[in-house]
Structure formats: structure tokens, C-alpha cells
């Protein structure tokens, strides 16, 4: 039988070789075309998408940087104007007006609590380095229960930039008496800096 296919394949190789040698070689060209230009340009091809891929991550990548950064400065330009805000409108101008603030707003507060203002000591001091100082003040008053916490409390939600340092609170010497209180309070200015 295989006899009989070789024969019958020579021969059919002999009867169609006008057409059969032209399709060999035209397959043998189809051949080295795919080897020598398809397969270069498919491995072109995919490395370019590999590129393209990673630049598209790259510009991804970079538009988020952009975008922190933006925020980052928009951050800081709106801290900037708040602290050019607060410093205007809310810290005291001077270490005058940072001891009216201490001493005559809190005698004003203690008197609408009926609260006994006693004593006051303020003490400014600088700051090495910042265009802001401090002023301290140590302030005795004397109430009731009642008196000393509405004194305290609107102390404390006052618009007036207040920092309460220390509360000592001590009773009387007998449940008649009134209470004794000492708070440290400061507040910060715009110092005078030569």
C-alpha cells in the first residue's frame, strides 16, 4: 500500500509540476516573510504596548503627584491667610492690649458672675525666634460654686484668644465661706521685634 501512495504521489508531482512549483516556492517566500518580517514586528509591536502600558502608569502616577501637590499648596496658602487672619483680627497688637485682655476683660467677666477679683500678676516674656510674645498672668479671685463655674466657663468660650494655664480651686474654711480660686491664664501678641 505504501507502494501505491508513492507512485501515485510522483505522479501526480509529475503531471502538476507547471502549478506545484510555483506554490512551493511562492509557501517557501510565505515562510520566510512570517520569520523574517512578522515575527520581528509582532515582538516590535508588544514591547511598544509594554511602553505604552507603562507610560500611561507613569502619567497616571504623575497626575496624582500633581494633584497632592496642588492641594499641598492650596493647603498651605489657605493656613497662610488664616494665620495672617488670626494674627490681625484675633491675637492682641500690643502688651497693652494683651494685659487689658488679662486683667480688665477677666475683672469684667469675675464682676458679672459676682466673683471677688483679688490680685493679678502678669509677666510677659519673648519668644526666641517668632514675631509673637507672651504674657502671663497669675489672677486670685473669690466666689461661690456657682459663681466661679459661670466665670470659668465663659472664660473658656470667649472669643478673646485665652489660654487657660492652670485652675487651683481650694474651699473656704467653713461651707459658708467662698471658694478660692487662682488661674493661670496667657495670651500670646505681636511683639516688637528691633
Do not use: C
Amino acid at each position: 500500500m505504501t507502494d501505491r501512495r508513492g507512485v501515485l504521489l510522483r505522479r501526480v508531482l509529475r503531471e502538476h509540476r507547471t502549478w506545484i512549483w510555483p506554490l512551493t516556492v511562492l509557501l517557501g517566500a510565505n515562510v520566510v516573510a512570517v520569520v523574517l518580517g512578522v515575527l520581528p514586528l509582532s515582538r516590535s509591536v508588544s514591547a511598544s504596548e509594554r511602553r505604552a502600558t507603562e507610560a500611561s502608569a507613569d502619567a497616571r502616577a504623575a497626575a496624582a503627584e500633581l494633584a497632592a501637590a496642588t492641594a499641598a499648596r492650596d493647603g498651605r496658602d489657605t493656613a497662610t491667610r488664616e494665620l495672617a487672619t488670626f494674627r490681625a483680627d484675633v491675637l492682641p497688637k500690643s502688651v497693652g492690649d494683651a494685659r487689658r485682655l488679662l486683667q480688665l476683660k477677666v475683672a469684667q467677666l469675675a464682676r458679672a458672675h459676682d466673683v471677688t477679683f483679688s490680685r493679678s500678676v502678669a509677666t510677659p516674656e519673648t519668644i526666641r525666634g517668632s514675631q509673637l510674645a507672651r504674657l502671663q498672668a497669675t489672677i486670685e479671685l473669690a466666689g461661690s460654686y456657682r459663681g466661679v463655674r459661670g466665670f470659668l466657663y465663659d472664660l473658656e468660650t470667649a472669643k478673646d484668644f485665652v489660654i487657660v494655664d492652670s485652675i487651683v480651686l481650694s474651699e473656704g474654711e467653713n461651707g459658708a465661706s467662698p471658694l478660692s480660686l487662682t488661674i493661670a491664664i496667657s495670651t500670646y501678641f505681636t511683639a516688637d521685634v528691633p
